[in-house]
């Protein structure tokens, strides 16, 4: 192997490569160096400030652990809901596979719990939608128009507010019967209301703004400046609104069955369960307790979830953090020059 010979001349230095200038080395070229962050949206904002809050967190884990099993009730238990076995009424909790025990006439209570839950969701969830659609036109055409239009709508609002609902629901049902579209359609028809009221509010103060004059200036018609600026403006308090509606309306058809003016057999709901259960709440008080709770946890997971979403669009929410945040830093600083 012949020898590798290297000749420098004087007065100059072999060619070594030298290394990229590395910007660990550099603070400010490292930082500069890594990728922007894209900025959150509006949602994406609400769902930072949503997630940080424990009790609005802890209730949509509750209501998403409520809704798997009203749909997967099927596969959660091996029992018919309306399946009577008079030989086994009124068992205790863990009898012969019965979770919960049987009732007077020896259905499984657990398995009417969860398809008792189909039925209280289906129509908190109906009502609140309902009410929200009929809301939000009549408070959007209220507010965007005044006027007369204005004049209008809000006196049907003071009669509909004036009128008591739990007689007007009762007088509805007895007529028409106990069908649970006739309830959603009742609960909807005296809920709408407030979310009326707020989206004409909103729209009070927003019609003025400069955007929606240069959409008229350019031409877009009433419709577009209702639904495409107006409206999508009002998204968020009519979501806060429409949360707390689940849980009343939840609250009123079980009231409604527990009157015997709700839903009725071979079908299923809370509320029927509390008004089968009060005649035996000697023999089996805790027929009705489960029920209860249910109705109980479900609606305080809803009104969790609601203020939750209120707190994370209440600008003072971030006024009071930015302020405990600088009460603590002059404390620091205090402490530290001390």
Same mark, same amino acid.
């Given at each position: 192997m012949s020898d590798l010979k290297v000749t420098i001349s004087p007065g100059t230095s072999p060619d070594v490569p030298t290394p990229e200038p590395s910007h660990a080395s550099d603070p400010q070229n490292a930082v500069a160096a890594l990728p922007a962050k894209?900025?959150?949206?509006?949602?994406?904002?609400?769902?930072?400030?949503?997630?940080?809050?424990?009790?609005?967190?802890?209730?949509?884990?509750?209501?998403?652990?409520?809704? @798997?099993?009203?749909?997967?009730?099927?596969?959660?238990?091996?029992?018919?809901?309306?399946?009577?076995?008079?030989?086994?009424?009124?068992?205790?909790?863990?009898?012969?596979?019965?979770?919960?025990?049987?009732?007077?006439?020896?259905?499984?209570?657990?398995?009417?719990?969860?398809?008792?839950?189909?039925?209280?969701?289906?129509?908190?969830?109906?009502v609140a939608v309902a009410s929200v659609i009929i809301g939000s036109i009549i408070g959007a055409l209220s507010g965007y128009f005044g006027g007369w239009v204005d004049t209008v709508f809000m006196r049907i609002v003071d009669v509909m507010n004036s009128v008591p609902t739990l007689f007007l629901n009762i007088l509805v049902l007895a007529i028409f019967g106990s069908d649970m579209k006739y309830m959603i359609m009742?609960?909807?028809?005296?809920?709408?209301?407030?979310?009326?009221?707020?989206?004409?509010?909103?729209? @009070?103060? @927003?019609?003025?703004?400069?955007?929606?004059e240069a959409a008229r200036a350019i031409g877009v018609s009433n419709t577009g400046i209702i639904f495409r600026h107006l409206l999508r403006n009002s998204t968020f308090p009519i979501i806060v609104n429409a949360t707390l509606m689940v849980g009343s309306a939840i609250l009123s058809e079980s009231a409604l069955s527990y009157l015997g003016l709700g839903i009725q057999p071979p079908a299923t709901s809370w509320g029927l369960m509390l008004s089968n259960a009060q005649e035996f709440m000697l023999v089996d008080k805790m027929q009705a307790v489960y029920p209860g709770l249910c109705i109980l946890i479900v609606v305080l997971a809803v009104n969790f979830i609601g203020d939750g979403i209120r707190d994370a669009l209440d600008p003072r929410q971030n006024l009071?953090?930015?302020?405990?945040?600088?009460?603590?830093?002059?404390?620091?600083?205090?402490?530290?020059?001390?």
């Open positions: 894209k900025p959150l949206g509006p949602w994406g904002l609400l769902w930072r400030k949503f997630s940080h809050n424990p009790y609005a967190m802890t209730g949509l884990v509750v209501l998403l652990i409520f809704i @798997l099993a009203a749909i997967f009730a099927p596969w959660l238990t091996k029992y018919d809901p309306a399946k009577i076995d008079l030989m086994f009424p009124n068992l205790p909790a863990g009898t012969d596979g019965h979770l919960l025990g049987t009732d007077e006439l020896g259905r499984d209570v657990f398995t009417r719990l969860l398809y008792s839950a189909r039925i209280s969701l289906l129509i908190g969830f109906s009742i609960l909807a028809f005296t809920s709408w209301m407030s979310i009326a009221r707020l989206v004409r509010g909103n729209f @009070l103060q @927003l019609r003025e703004m400069q955007y929606v009071n953090k930015s302020r405990r945040r600088l009460a603590k830093w002059r404390r620091n600083f205090s402490k530290s020059g001390n």
